[in-house]
């Protein structure tokens, strides 16, 4: 599986908007957080998943959501090619990653937040998650 966007929209009328991404399934999400970075340290990286699939949507303000696919979990190439995709919450778009990549979070606004839809239930995640150092791949602007 690749990762890909999964387009919604928004409608607005005299009551206010609502943003929706109607082809977003809930079928397999077992859990949510919310990501707030701190101006100090916009970026968050590199969290690597061998099972769970991340399905991130942009709440307030606007995300760099930067991943790797894994190519060796002990040791990953320095060479992986990172494909960047920014989310914005004036663009309903749903960002799904597919278990087998490593992601970073780079905050681009003050306040912003990030919604993450896992597949993993929390009691299987010390068998999943994967760290590497926030500089193991570097993140040109």
Known sequence: MIPK??????FSDHRG????VNDFSFEDIKRFYIISNSDENPIRAWQGHKLD?????????????????????ENPSKDLAIETVIVSDLDSKIVHIPAGYANAIESLETNSKLISFSTLPLSNVSEDDVRYDSD???ING
């Open 5 to 10: 966007i999964i387009q919604g929209g928004n």
């Open 17 to 20: 908007t609502i943003s929706y």
């Open 53 to 73: 699939a991340k399905n991130f949507y942009c709440l307030n303000g606007s995300f760099k959501i930067h991943y790797v696919k894994i190519d060796n979990w």
């Open 136 to 138: 193991y791949w570097e």
